[in-house]
T-cell receptor
């Protein structure tokens, strides 16, 4: 049973346009969400995160939006650049459990930026 | 500051063999994790550790063992390799969250690609 879902395996966007990557979750105990970027043969690198007490977090070209009632978050990249071509993973965690807060990952979306 | 390092990068094992995947971090992070990623899937948590001497199971621990004798090292042991353990293994670490600053992002190593035949 997938608790974090990324329903688009791939997304193609023209350079300079906005890229929107979507993520849904089913576990209502998740209260912290993260986006990771992964290039082939490398480990995931942290991009941006958001706590459930916020609905938006911005860092340069990257903005994450959280809609708790819909259990949905999205990552916006504006403007998209060729170096943004990678696999993007949505991840979530429950911070109140007292454990080490391991992350639950979606399957990823392969973003391709077209010149 | 190398971050999280993993060795080896690649390994091919025969069924029934054993091996240890090494993970070291130089950021003085308390928390360390092992994940596996199967093709087309997200990462799944195998084991984690909140500090030296303390380890616990994640979502998919069967067939693996870990130890944490120092803050820096968190090796993952496969005792009897099976084809189902063919995967890419990632080690990660994170620092303690502070009262004034939420810190939950984990930093990942480059991964070990393991094939069991």
């Amino acid at each position: 049973d997938q608790q974090v879902k990324q329903n688009s395996p791939s997304l193609s966007v023209q350079e300079g346009r906005i890229s929107i990557l979507n993520c849904d979750y089913t576990n209502s105990m998740f209260d912290y969400f993260l986006w990771y970027k992964k290039y082939p043969a490398e480990g995931p690198t942290f991009l941006i995160s958001i706590s459930s007490i916020k609905d938006k977090n911005e860092d340069g070209r990257f903005t994450v939006f959280l809609n708790k009632s819909a259990k949905h978050l999205s990552l916006h990249i504006v403007p998209s650049q060729p170096g943004d071509s990678a696999v993007y993973f949505c991840a979530a965690t429950e911070t109140s459990g007292g454990g080490a807060d391991g992350l639950t990952f979606g399957k990823g979306t392969h973003l391709i930026i077209q010149p | 500051n190398a971050g999280v390092t993993q060795t080896p990068k690649f390994r091919i094992l025969k069924i029934g063999q054993s091996m240890t995947l090494q993970c070291t971090q130089d950021m003085n992070h308390n928390y360390m994790y092992w994940y596996r990623q199967d093709p087309g899937m997200g990462l799944k948590l195998i084991y984690y550790s909140v500090g030296a001497g303390i380890t616990d199971k994640g979502e998919v621990p069967n067939g693996y063992n870990v130890s944490r004798s120092t803050t820096e090292d968190f090796p993952l042991r496969l005792e009897l390799a099976a084809p189902s353990q063919t995967s890419v293994y990632f080690c990660a670490s994170r620092q303690l969250s502070k009262r004034t600053q939420l810190i939950y992002e984990q930093y990942f190593g480059p991964g070990t690609r393991l094939t069991v035949t």
